[in-house]
């Protein structure tokens, strides 16, 4: 009994650190800029676009550092058209701007790159293997794929954090997610800030495009990977990386274990026309997270001074 | 010169706060809404009805429905797909149940039970805010959008997933033609419109703007957040709800859950931005845009003569989405009910420079 | 004791004929010079740090109190406090002789209390009209259906609480800017507006936070002479924070210091001034006539 439940919990932390990997890249531009970045997704789709299309014809590394270039370009591209000209309007001007980004690059994506599915293979193992064969009968079955690439999000997730916590570029970010005028007038060049967020941002994307498009494929529907990332970041806290890593743990392995257990006793209790509560669990889980927590479990308690 | 305030005095606070208070603005409402009523059936066609009268009154609405939350209550809430399928199924259930209720109680119904649901829903917002709030929203939406897929008595166990409405009459006159349906959804879209515009004026309105600018001063003139909000949520809701049903009922005829999925809330969110948050203007101005630009750019290819896919039209409007989304936000944050008001105010100087 | 009421107390009477006593819940109606509030050995503090500790003092009906003190003294969080913004962690709020544990700002704002704030806490998208309109939102009954055809009633009531809040924009003299939206318009102008809306509401007690601050002399005894008009001819009770001690010397009954969140001194003008206590405080320069 207990090794099918670990076995959906282990799969579902795993799947968990993908999805602190995207969640990241909300948490670094909103820490940054004060900016809830919705082209997340989009820039996560674009970036496996990329990587993919290039990878066709040359090796990986190329690819890669290409895409890295492409990325990079892209945050540039941002930062100079949308960015500059909305300092200092309101949060929900900026949350707009980017769903309007998000909308524009999802066209500009399919329309340089294509819109078929395609493959990422990163020649990454892909016969299962099994763990713990002592203890539970005939062991827990765990992809290596996922396990490899759950390794690689999370030593992402943890250069990041120690980057910005030690630096003094995270200590510059800080202040201009606090108020970009004040940031201005005491010399912190705020495009040379935003420009180098976005495009770590995008570095970030890449990395999680490129696993999570290995693991499903490369379409349209990755950049509904960022939706999924939401219920992450308000349970983590917008403002908080280590938010991000247990978040996205919560959720992963809270959505697996639901779907595995949860939505059968459901589709008998209430006849249901099959499952699919993975759509919506993460998100109501969130909820009611924040009902009781309204700032995440490690955001920054919104204190209101008159 | 011609649109000028001079020599107009009001003579009463009545007067001032009239809704058209300018005598011109109101004389082109009323010029604006006649035509609409006994003009345009004149020489309208099948596919002005369809693809542009009908979707355009139907979604202002719903974008009304929206202002009233995001625009003037400052909620953002991104379950409007969520709340138009509330209304749609519930219209449909009592329509398939007691199918000799008169419809336009039907259509109130939906936007009760939307209402009920909406209420439910915005309870989350007395403690959330923001982003935050915005997420929280998504949770109602992903949820109604399963459960209208999965609990199969929402659709009275239909094998496919998606339900039908046969024919609808009111009073007896059947709603048979694009043009009957167009005069019954321009009816009911004038109503909703002006008693929208009238809670927006009233104390009410006041109280969403204020929650909105600043909810802490709110409390102090004595509005109490739980009121507000609620309010806000019930009165959206039952708007969204109303324009779920008119869409599904007299727009689609027969639907699934997809046609109210996220991508639904999206495009009633950017009419609200585009059209102008906090207007009624906006609202409608919003829908116009959303309608009529896919139109447009479907149309483009033929008038340029040159062959594109639909696939790539499809991604070239979302290109185009964005950038005017951005372009707008950059240009004129309160849309295009700002740019209306702003050349309204030259059109007071015209022809005089200043 | 309706005794010196202008039109804008309309004579205490709403629409359907009842007294404002009716509409103010809870508590008795205080004779002019008795205590109107009471604030009885507070003490707040967040986290660590102490903002007030064991503050008594009271003001009484009819009176222009000021709470004065050098900066971090605690007199904005002793507002908030008497608001119902915070909630003290020791002693009692005595309002109109009932002590009001865990107060919410509502519903001080149902009892009578208005405030303005320090960093004006307009309603940045609305007009000046409609940011004192909204003040007059406690009093207003008509619910939302008959809002809806803005018939009858509904508009009545409108227009007769649109007479009110123009006879307090005459009064304030803002006609030339009340169609304008708040955020346009300079602070002066900003704060007089916030003023208005506080007195939208009719209130018994007034609390002013700085509603001096930034400006200059003309505008200050411009605010002044308002202030005074409120108290006088409204019986408005003021409860003023300033900094100015030339303010404080000649438009305040009484005068209670606070220094790190204690009171070191409690009184008229003329005793607070001579408190070597005080002096050594922080007061300033001799107060200018």
Not at chain 2, 209 to 226: Q, S, T, Y
Not at chain 2, 249 to 257: A, K
Not at chain 3, 275 to 287: D, H, K, R, S, T
Request: hydrophobic content about 55%; proline content about 4%; glycine content about 10%.
């Amino acid at each position: 009994m207990m090794g099918p439940v670990l076995e959906t919990l282990i799969g579902g932390l795993l799947t968990g650190v993908l999805y602190s990997l995207v969640a990241l890249g909300f948490v670094l531009i909103f820490k940054a800029s004060g900016v809830f970045n919705f082209a997340q997704g989009a820039m996560v789709l674009f970036a496996a676009l990329s990587f993919a299309r290039l990878s066709e014809f040359m090796p990986l590394v190329f690819a890669f550092a290409l895409s890295v270039l492409v990325m990079i370009a892209l945050a540039y591209a941002i930062e100079f058209l949308v960015l500059r000209r909305l300092v200092n309007q309101e949060g929900i001007i900026l949350f707009m701007a980017t769903l309007g980004i998000a909308y524009f690059l999802e066209g500009f994506g399919q329309t340089i790159w294509g819109s078929d599915v395609y493959r990422i293979s990163l020649g990454l193992p892909t016969n299962p293997i099994f763990i713990l064969e002592s203890v539970f009968p005939g062991g827990l079955l765990i992809d290596p794929a996922e396990l490899i690439a759950a390794t690689i999000c999370a030593v992402m997730v943890l250069v990041l954090a120690v980057f910005f916590q030690v630096t003094w570029v995270g200590r510059a970010l800080r202040a201009v997610a606090d108020d970009h005028q004040a940031a201005q007038s005491v010399g912190i060049p705020l495009n040379q800030i935003w420009f180098l967020v976005w495009a770590v941002s995008g570095l970030v994307a890449l990395v999680a495009g490129m696993m999570w498009g290995a693991k499903l494929g490369v379409q349209f529907s990755l950049s509904l990977i960022a939706l999924k990332a939401f219920p992450v970041l308000i349970l983590g806290g917008l403002t908080s990386i280590p938010g991000a890593i247990v978040g996205g743990l919560i959720i992963g392995a809270g959505e697996k274990l639901a779907e595995v257990f949860l939505a059968p006793l459901l589709v008998r209790a209430f006849d249901l026309a099959g499952g699919g509560i993975e759509n919506w669990f993460a998100y109501m889980l969130a909820l009611v997270f924040l009902l009781v927590r309204p700032q995440g479990l490690f955001g920054e308690r919104i204190i209101e001074r008159v | 010169m011609f649109y000028r305030e001079v020599g107009r005095f009001k003579t009463s606070y009545k007067a001032d706060q009239a809704i058209f208070p300018i005598a011109q603005d109101r004389w082109f409402v009323i010029g604006l809404v006649a035509f609409a009523f006994l003009g345009v059936p004149l020489f309208a066609g099948q596919y002005l009805y369809t693809e542009v009268l009908i979707p355009v009154l139907i979604l202002s609405i719903a974008a009304i429905g929206l202002n009233i939350l995001t625009g003037y209550c400052g909620q953002l809430s991104l379950g409007s797909g969520g709340f138009m399928a509330v209304g749609a199924y519930s219209a449909y259930n009592l329509a398939l149940r007691l199918p000799e209720t008169n419809i336009i109680l039907v259509f109130l119904f939906a936007g009760v039970m939307a209402m009920l649901v909406g209420i439910l829903f915005g309870l989350p917002s007395l403690r959330i805010k923001g982003f935050y709030l915005a997420v929280a929203t998504l949770a109602s939406q992903f949820f109604l959008e399963w459960a209208f897929a999965r609990v199969k008595w929402f659709t009275n166990y239909a094998p496919s997933g998606s339900v039908a409405v046969s024919r609808i009459e009111l009073f007896g006159v059947p709603i048979d033609t694009p043009g009957k349906t167009y005069i019954l959804v321009l009816a009911m879209t004038v109503v909703l419109a002006l008693a929208a515009k009238n809670l927006v004026r009233s104390w009410i309105g006041r109280m969403w703007m204020a929650m909105r600018d600043m909810d802490v001063a709110a409390e102090i003139i004595g509005i109490r957040p739980l009121h507000a909000k609620l309010s806000a949520f019930a009165v959206s809701s039952f708007y969204i709800g109303i324009a779920g049903a008119l869409w599904a009922f007299l727009r689609l005829g027969s639907w699934e859950p997809l046609a109210f999925d996220v991508n639904r809330s999206f495009q009633v969110l950017f009419m609200i931005i585009i059209g102008g948050l906090g207007t009624i203007l906006g609202s409608f101005l919003g829908a116009a845009f959303i309608v009529l630009v896919p139109i447009f750019l479907n149309q483009l290819p033929s008038w340029l003569g040159i062959a594109i896919s639909t696939a790539m039209i499809s991604h070239i409007e979302f290109m185009l989405f964005g950038a005017m989304i951005v372009f707008f936000l950059v240009v004129e944050p309160h849309g295009l009910a700002r740019l209306w008001a702003i050349a309204k105010e030259k059109l007071r100087l015209w022809p005089f420079p200043y | 004791m309706n005794s010196g009421r202008y039109s804008l107390r309309s004579s205490g009477r709403n629409d359907d004929g009842e007294g404002h006593g009716a509409t103010r819940p809870g508590g008795r109606d205080i004779a002019a010079g008795d205590v109107l509030l009471a604030v009885e050995d507070v003490s707040l503090a967040f986290g660590g740090v102490k903002a007030v500790t064991g503050v008594s003092f009271d003001i009484r009906k009819g009176e222009i109190r000021a709470i004065i003190g050098p900066n971090g003294a605690g007199k904005t969080s002793m507002l908030n406090v008497i608001n119902g913004f915070y909630q003290p962690q020791r002693g009692r709020i005595t309002f109109r002789g009932r002590p009001r544990p865990h107060m919410r700002p509502y519903e001080a704002a149902l009892g009578g209390i208005a405030r303005t704030f320090q960093n004006v806490a307009l309603f940045k998208g609305m007009t000046a009209l409609d940011n004192i309109m909204a003040g007059r939102t406690l009093m207003m009954r008509r619910g939302l259906l008959w809002q809806l055809l803005r018939l009858g009633p509904a508009l009545t009531e409108e227009t007769h609480h649109r007479h009110r809040v123009e006879e307090i924009i005459d009064f304030l003299k803002i006609q030339h800017i009340r169609k304008v939206q708040v955020g346009k318009l300079p602070y002066g102008l900003q704060k007089r507006v916030e003023l208005g809306r506080a007195l939208a509401m009719e209130p018994d007690l007034l609390l002013l936070d700085e509603p001096m601050a930034g400006m200059n002399l003309e505008e200050k005894e411009e605010m002044s002479r308002f202030i005074l008009d409120v108290n006088n001819h409204y019986g408005t009770t003021i409860a003023l924070i300033e900094h100015d001690m030339g303010v404080v010397m000649d438009l305040s009954d009484r005068v209670v210091v606070l220094d790190h969140g204690i009171k070191i001194a409690d009184g008229t003008p003329a005793e607070v001034q001579g408190n070597q206590a005080v002096i050594e405080a922080y007061l300033g320069p001799e107060p200018s006539r």
